[in-house]
Nanobody, 124 residues
Framework: QVQLVESGGGLVQAGDSLRLSCAAS???????MGWFRQAPGKEREFVAA????????YYADSVKGRFTISRDNAKNTVYLQMNRLKPEDTAVYYC??????????????????WGQGTQLTVSS
C-alpha cells in the first residue's frame, strides 16, 4: 500500500509563502490526492484536492486564491503552495490519498491513506 510523508512545514510570518510536499513510497498516479489541516481544539478540515488525472482541483473557500495544489506523478509527489499566509492557517497539515480511480472529494472519510502531518505556524 501507499505510504505518505509530509514535509515543508515551519514557522513563518503573516503574508509569507511556503510549499508543502508529500512524498509517496508507492505509486499513487491513479489516486486522488488531498490536503487537510487540523488546528488545536478543532476538527480536521478540508484544504484542497486534485484528481488522479490532474484535470480537476478543488479548494476550501478559506484558501481559494491563495493555495495551489499540484502533483508530479512521475515523482510520486504532491505539493501545496501556500501564499499570503494568515495566522488562521496555523495547523498540522496532512496529506491523504483516496481510492483507486476515484474522483476528488472534500470528505476526510473518502481518504484511506494518511501521512503523519507537518506543522505550520503563522505569526502575526
Amino acid at each position: 500500500q501507499v505510504q505518505l510523508v509530509e514535509s515543508g512545514g515551519g514557522l513563518v510570518q503573516a503574508g509569507d509563502s511556503l510549499r508543502l510536499s508529500c512524498a509517496a513510497s508507492g505509486r499513487f498516479s491513479t489516486r486522488p490526492m488531498g490536503w487537510f489541516r487540523q488546528a488545536p481544539g478543532k476538527e480536521r478540515e478540508f484544504v484542497a484536492a486534485i484528481s488522479w488525472s490532474s484535470d480537476n482541483a478543488y479548494y476550501a473557500d478559506s484558501v481559494k486564491g491563495r493555495f495551489t495544489i499540484s502533483r508530479d506523478n512521475a515523482k510520486n509527489t504532491v505539493y501545496l503552495q501556500m501564499n499570503r499566509l494568515k495566522p488562521e492557517d496555523t495547523a498540522v497539515y496532512y496529506c491523504a490519498a483516496g481510492g483507486l480511480y476515484r474522483g476528488i472529494d472534500w470528505k476526510p472519510s473518502e481518504y484511506g491513506i494518511w501521512g503523519q502531518g507537518t506543522q505550520l505556524t503563522v505569526s502575526s
